[in-house]
């Protein structure tokens, strides 16, 4: 799977369809044409590539193993503040 802007630290949300770049400062769409990323893509922090998070199901819900108590999670959850955090 090719990675998007969307799944970059770089990537500041603007609304539902579109973000911006904090490195190039220009507009990046969240899906479809131009949506790819750049070589300077940076994993951002999310549920989906902690490896407290296991179990995902079609729809990237799964379970999260890092806290105190197990619970369930999307997958595109930001995780930047979570303290169970985890890259993987
Ligand atoms: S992939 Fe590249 S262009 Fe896209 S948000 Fe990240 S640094 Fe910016």
Same mark, same amino acid.
């Given at each position: %799977?090719? %990675?998007?802007?969307? #799944?970059? @630290? =770089?990537?500041?949300?603007? #609304?539902?369809? @579109? !973000? %911006?770049?904090? &490195?190039?400062?220009?507009? &990046? *769409?969240?899906?479809?044409? !131009?949506?790819?990323?750049? *070589?300077?893509? @940076?994993? +951002?922090?999310? $549920?989906? =590539? $902690? @490896?407290?998070?296991? =179990?995902? #199901?079609?729809?990237? &819900? !799964?379970?999260?193993?890092?806290?105190?108590?197990? =619970?369930?999670?999307?997958?595109?959850?930001? +995780?930047?503040?979570?303290?169970?955090?985890?890259?993987?």
């Amino acid at each position: %799977m090719s %990675m998007r802007h969307y #799944d970059c @630290k =770089n990537y500041i949300n603007l #609304d539902c369809e @579109k !973000g %911006m770049c904090a &490195v190039s400062k220009g507009f &990046v *769409p969240i899906d479809g044409e !131009g949506s790819q990323a750049c *070589p300077q893509f @940076k994993q +951002a922090e999310k $549920c989906g =590539n $902690c @490896k407290n998070f296991i =179990n995902s #199901d079609k729809y990237g &819900v !799964g379970t999260c193993t890092g806290l105190e108590k197990e =619970n369930w999670a999307y997958a595109t959850c930001g +995780a930047f503040a979570c303290r169970g955090y985890a890259a993987k």
